[in-house]
């Protein structure tokens, strides 16, 4: 779901005055979720994520620790990820239709009311959460002896939402209760006021009780996730090769997968609280394996499928997964907890610890950190 904290921009009266100029909400709350180029390689907290936001521009960094120093990842190890919706020019965008929400097919009117949008478009985050990245690794992955040099790219989207229609109608009226509010006697008398200038109004505005109930109330119905949600993903690796080890460069591996949110609203844990219910199948064409015979890389599929159960308290979650990898009839298991704390909306903290795919039951600890270097984006408070 979008996190929208409406921060209403009244510069002058003339939103009053019928023109063409609308009010924007400041999207908030935009935490960049690991990066596929970084999940294809196992190097993720939580293998099982599914984002609501990602932010335009984002950096990470991934470092993993285990009783033997030698295994695992070096401190090198970078990803960047962007968002190609907010670096393009976006037509006939407003508030409604950033949340998916559409107008019944039976309104023919030209001016639209918020209660025209009673449809939900369950495809409308797969242009707006698409995002790209590219990462630049260096461990050794339980295979080499030295650590190795990998460089990954990756995409992924959000196939599809579902919304209830609880949720839809919260919404709009919550944006209702918003237009009574900016056609309040008591906001018209702070523009009436010709002895206050445009910052001043807006001030006054904002201070006023009203104004920060509504904002509130707002911002807790836009927090709320889809009942259920879809992201699809695909990523590529390939190894750089070692000349002194005397390795060419080769395929590395190469994975598709589906991650599956089922969410349910618990304001008993926070007011933006959440049980989650992932669910991931995923494919590998996996390169990432040394023939013990002739020392040659050698090919090999293999099929992932776990689930996840989190608990999101507001800025915290905390959760556990397990994953089996089945590969040439042989399971490996993935068995960790995560935890994931957003600092604010540039920087989030994420940590595990457990055992990982080919670790041979050793314990290991990854943690990583997130930080999103983007412009901030608005969306227009307005309907067509």
């Not at 709350?29 to 936001?53: G, Q």
Request: with cysteine; aromatic share 14%.
């Amino acid at each position: 779901m979008k996190h929208l904290k409406i921060l209403i921009l009244l510069l002058t009266s003339t939103v009053f005055a019928q023109t063409d100029t609308n009010p924007v909400a400041a999207l908030e709350n935009l935490a960049p979720p690991s990066s596929p180029a970084f999940i294809l390689m196992d190097l993720t907290p939580s293998n099982i994520m599914v984002p609501e936001n990602i932010q335009a521009f984002s950096i990470q960094t991934i470092s993993a620790f285990s009783g033997d120093s030698s295994n695992g990842l070096s401190n090198n190890n970078y990803a960047v990820e962007f968002q190609p919706y907010w670096y393009v020019k976006r037509e006939n965008m407003n508030f409604f239709k950033y949340n998916n929400l559409k107008k019944n097919k039976a309104v023919r009117t030209a001016n639209s009311s918020p209660e025209d949008y009673t449809c939900y478009n369950v495809f409308g985050d797969a242009w707006k959460r698409a995002s790209i990245s590219l990462a630049l690794m260096n461990g050794n992955f339980n295979v080499f002896e030295n650590p190795q040099s990998y460089v990954s790219v990756g995409a992924r989207t959000r196939l599809l939402s579902f919304k209830t229609n609880e949720q839809r109608s919260a919404i709009v009226s919550q944006y209702s209760a918003y237009e009574q509010f900016m056609s309040s006697q008591e906001v018209i008398m702070i523009f009436a006021n010709p002895s206050l200038s445009a910052s001043e109004k807006n001030k006054a505005i904002t201070n006023l009780d009203t104004y920060k109930t509504i904002v509130n109330d707002f911002e807790n119905t836009l927090n709320r996730k889809p009942l259920f949600a879809l992201d699809v993903a695909v990523a590529y690796s390939h190894f750089m090769g070692d000349k002194s080890q005397d390795l060419d460069d080769a395929f590395g591996r190469l994975g598709v997968w589906a991650s599956g949110d089922l969410a349910f609203y618990t304001p008993t844990i926070g007011d933006n609280g959440h049980i989650h219910f992932y669910g991931v199948f995923r494919y590998l064409r996996d390169g990432l394996n040394i023939n013990p015979e002739s020392g040659e890389f050698r090919i090999e599929e293999a099929l992932d499928y776990g689930a996840k159960l989190e608990f999101e308290l507001n800025n915290l979650s905390f959760g556990y997964e397990y994953i089996t990898r089945d590969i040439n009839n042989d399971n490996e298991e993935r068995s960790m907890g995560s935890i994931r704390y957003k600092i604010n909306n540039a920087f989030t903290l994420n940590g595990g610890f457990g055992k990982n795919f080919k670790s041979d039951g050793e314990t290991i600890a990854l943690f990583g950190i997130q930080w999103g270097i983007d412009f901030q984006p608005n969306v227009v408070l307005g309907v067509d």
